[in-house]
């Protein structure tokens, strides 16, 4: 039996995730804020959570992993996150910047530090934090987004270089997925064109058929979480492979 846990899983690409691993024999700890979305699986197991409460996360990580009991290997999948605030960097909302930096980056990194802790270090353990191409690129109105991921690349790049200097390695990975069609797209589609005047290339990605699928991209990341390649880069583009 593989294990996994997922967080932001109750929609979009979380939830898409969850369904391919249970699909693949997985057991699996879902997080999410609400995870009520999520049909019931007798290898499933719901946690609702906020992990923009960084208190929370060692108890959190506790009992996801309890509940999962033991397994041939532990995978823990760093999926939630936000876009907003999308707003210039001089116009920074100080509540939804804190709340977007404890998400996107905090919260990953916390659980990493958390789940390699709590599991055995001779064991196989994957790690993929779900990241996204504007960490390589900055987009005007995305300054919190765009500095949180590429923080989280390099904090996966960092651990990454430290694991490699074990004796049973854990395995991670910063993963941009592609451009998929979840709610998060529609919120980029309706942010004010003042604020995130790139707006009219992701109109255009939805109006061409330009966006993945959430079932299609969780299937090519679980098909990649699965393969001996999982590893050899600390930060990769899935549509690459």
Same mark, same amino acid.
């Given at each position: 039996?593989?294990?996994?846990?997922?967080?932001?899983?109750?929609r979009? !690409?979380?939830?898409?995730?969850?369904?391919? !691993?249970?699909?693949?024999?997985?057991?699996?700890?879902?997080?999410?804020?609400?995870?009520?979305?999520?049909?019931?699986?007798?290898?499933?197991?719901?946690?609702?959570?906020?992990?923009?409460?960084?208190?929370?996360?060692?108890? !959190?990580?506790?009992?996801?992993?309890?509940?999962?009991?033991?397994?041939?290997?532990v995978?823990?999948?760093?999926?939630?996150?936000?876009?907003?605030?999308?707003?210039?960097?001089?116009?920074?909302?100080?509540?939804a910047?804190?709340?977007?930096?404890?998400?996107?980056?905090?919260?990953?990194?916390?659980?990493?530090?958390h789940?390699?802790?709590?599991?055995?270090?001779?064991?196989?353990? %994957?790690?993929?934090?779900?990241?996204?191409?504007?960490?390589?690129? &900055?987009?005007?109105?995305?300054?919190?987004?765009?500095?949180?991921?590429?923080?989280?690349?390099h904090?996966? =790049?960092?651990?990454?270089?430290?694991?490699?200097? =074990?004796?049973?390695?854990?395995?991670?990975?910063?993963?941009?997925?592609?451009?998929?069609?979840?709610?998060?797209?529609?919120?980029?589609?309706?942010?004010?064109?003042?604020?995130? &005047?790139?707006?009219? =290339?992701?109109?255009?990605?939805?109006?061409?058929?330009?966006?993945?699928?959430?079932?299609?991209?969780?299937?090519?990341?679980?098909?990649?979480?699965?393969?001996?390649?999982?590893? %050899?880069?600390?930060?990769?583009?899935? =549509?690459?492979?």
């Amino acid at each position: 039996m593989k294990l996994a846990i997922v967080t932001g899983a109750s929609r979009g !690409l979380g939830a898409a995730l969850t369904a391919q !691993l249970l699909a693949d024999g997985y057991r699996v700890a879902a997080i999410a804020r609400d995870c009520s979305p999520l049909a019931e699986h007798p290898q499933l197991i719901t946690l609702d959570a906020d992990l923009a409460d960084s208190q929370l996360l060692p108890l !959190l990580l506790e009992r996801a992993l309890a509940a999962l009991g033991s397994g041939d290997s532990v995978t823990l999948i760093n999926n939630a996150g936000t876009v907003q605030p999308i707003a210039s960097a001089d116009a920074l909302p100080d509540e939804a910047t804190l709340q977007a930096v404890a998400l996107n980056l905090s919260a990953p990194m916390l659980l990493c530090s958390h789940f390699l802790a709590l599991t055995a270090a001779d064991s196989p353990r %994957r790690i993929i934090n779900i990241s996204s191409g504007a960490a390589a690129n &900055p987009y005007p109105g995305w300054a919190v987004y765009c500095a949180t991921k590429a923080g989280l690349d390099h904090f996966t =790049r960092t651990l990454a270089a430290e694991q490699a200097q =074990r004796a049973v390695p854990a395995l991670a990975v910063s993963l941009y997925p592609g451009v998929i069609d979840t709610g998060m797209q529609a919120e980029i589609r309706a942010a004010d064109p003042a604020a995130f &005047p790139n707006r009219p =290339r992701f109109e255009a990605l939805k109006a061409d058929g330009g966006l993945t699928t959430p079932a299609a991209a969780a299937a090519r990341i679980i098909c990649y979480l699965d393969s001996p390649a999982f590893g %050899r880069q600390p930060v990769l583009d899935i =549509r690459q492979l």
